[in-house]
């Protein structure tokens, strides 16, 4: 699998100012719509949601992108 480094919208979750969990989505507009209902189904005292363009590096796994580390937000 060929590793690739380039600018994304991520889908970022973040507890306690740190990074926990981010995802590839394909427009800003996808990312706020899932981030929108993220944020329905979690408290958000705990934890925020965030969209951002990202420079990261992806992998194409299983026909889908995959954020596989966050190189500079």
Known sequence: MEKITE???GLLMILNGNIVEHTYKDKMTD???SK???EREVRPERV?????KITAETEIYM?????LKIIKE
Do not use: E
Request: hydrophobic content about 40%.
């Open 63 to 67: 026909g889908q992108k995959k954020i």
């Open 7 to 9: 600018v994304v919208v």
């Open 31 to 33: 990312c706020l719509k």
């Open 48 to 52: 925020q949601f965030s969209c951002k």
């Open 36 to 38: 929108r209902l993220a």
